[in-house]
């Protein structure tokens, strides 16, 4: 079954001046693949990956080129121009994607780096929102309290920022836990600190407990090894410089700096850390 906006895998069935159709199915038509597009190599009854759209005209096409995100992803992508009736994306592909003025959650601005889900509309076209609540999956998570994962941020809240968590669910990162400047659009590990009753995701972006100082300790012994044996950072060090360094807060940086002082992996004088 073709799967419009997802890479299929189809058979080339015949060749025309403007290009080559792929066998479609019951729903589809044979698609056709510009020649512009196809590889200089390309023959009968060979079986290509490809992204299936549509173009310009609302014709469905093929193409080997991947997009940056497809359909049923969350992702980040750069506003390329505003009009008036919507916004265009920068998805990767010549046609650029396109975000309708009623699925806008806020005003969004040119170059700006935006969080949206890709989906099909009802007029069956392939679109983006940056509405995202309507999409993220709200049943019981398949995940456990530890687990590491990979986050999306999209907004900004009095209480701290929300990310979707493994391209499906939504959760918090608090305040009290940021230790650097995090904007929506970007992309990081993190790990889940809680699942509430209601289902409802803490997050945290370092681990808890022994882990977590030893992931930070290693950190710290790579970033002195590098610097060819001694860091100008110690315990008295502003906490700011700490967070543009690690991302951790300077007591979860002194807890490693403990650690590695304990394990004499490391010296520590008023103004700087060295290897012994």
């Not at 930070?216 to 315990?235: M, P, R």
Request: aromatic share 10%.
């Amino acid at each position: 079954m073709i799967q419009i906006g997802r890479m299929n895998t189809l058979r080339v069935v015949r060749e025309v001046e403007h290009g080559f159709y792929l066998k479609g199915d019951e729903e589809w038509d044979d698609i056709l693949l510009p020649r512009k597009l196809a590889e200089p190599d390309t023959e009968l009854d060979e079986e290509i990956e490809v992204f299936v759209h549509f173009d310009s005209k609302d014709m469905v096409v093929a193409t080997p080129q991947v997009p940056y995100a497809m359909v049923g992803d969350f992702a980040a992508l750069r506003v390329s121009k505003v009009e008036d009736f919507g916004v265009f994306l920068d998805w990767g592909l010549d046609k650029e994607l396109f975000v309708p003025f009623k699925e806008q959650l806020f005003k969004m601005e040119p170059d700006q780096i935006c969080a949206v889900y890709i989906y099909i509309d009802k007029s069956e076209r392939i679109a983006a929102s940056t509405r995202l609540s309507k999409f993220i999956d709200t049943k019981k998570p398949g995940l456990s309290e530890g687990d590491s994962v990979d986050l999306l941020l999209y907004q900004e809240t009095d209480m701290g920022i929300k990310a979707i968590i493994n391209n499906q669910y939504s959760g918090l990162i608090y305040q009290d836990d940021i230790r650097s400047n995090l904007k929506p659009g970007q992309k990081m590990k993190g790990f889940i600190s809680k699942i509430r009753a209601d289902y409802k995701i803490d997050l945290v972006l370092q681990p808890d407990g022994l882990a977590g100082r030893k992931d930070l300790a290693d950190q710290i012994l790579d970033k002195i090894k590098k610097a060819g044996g001694t860091l100008n950072v110690s315990a008295k060090t502003p906490s700011d410089q700490i967070s543009n360094m690690f991302g951790v807060s300077r007591k979860k940086f002194k807890i490693a700096l403990g650690f590695l002082y304990k394990k004499r992996l490391i010296t520590i004088e008023d103004d700087k850390i060295s290897l012994p």
